[in-house]
């Protein structure tokens, strides 16, 4: 087992979670009643993932599902990542097709 006090390089740690960041977790798991959820409703979701770094007293989780179900970012977002970067490189890769350049 690995020693989880000991800090992750620079590289690896991520931003910590703080009041207000979002989690995609899929509307049928969050049913009550046979309702959906509604945008500021308030909801119970069971978290789950392993633990990969320890400081002081607090456990850092990965988070890896939500009410038992793996945790999925809408494709949207996905595609629009991938898209933008395409994009970037695109654009870095010099004058557009058809142009002389000049």
Do not use: F, W
Request: negative net charge; hydrophobic residues 30%; contains cysteine.
């Amino acid at each position: 087992m690995a020693d989880a006090s000991m800090p992750m390089p620079d590289d690896e740690q991520e931003e910590p979670i703080e009041v207000g960041d979002e989690l995609p977790v899929k509307l049928d798991t969050m049913m009550v009643g046979g309702e959906r959820p509604e945008v500021d409703d308030h909801v119970e979701v069971n978290v789950g993932g392993r633990v990969v770094r320890i400081i002081d007293d607090c456990a850092y989780v990965a988070v890896e599902t939500a009410n038992n179900e793996l945790i999925e970012t809408p494709g949207g977002d996905q595609d629009y990542d991938r898209l933008s970067e395409l994009s970037r490189q695109m654009d870095m890769s010099g004058p557009p097709v058809g142009t002389s350049g000049y």
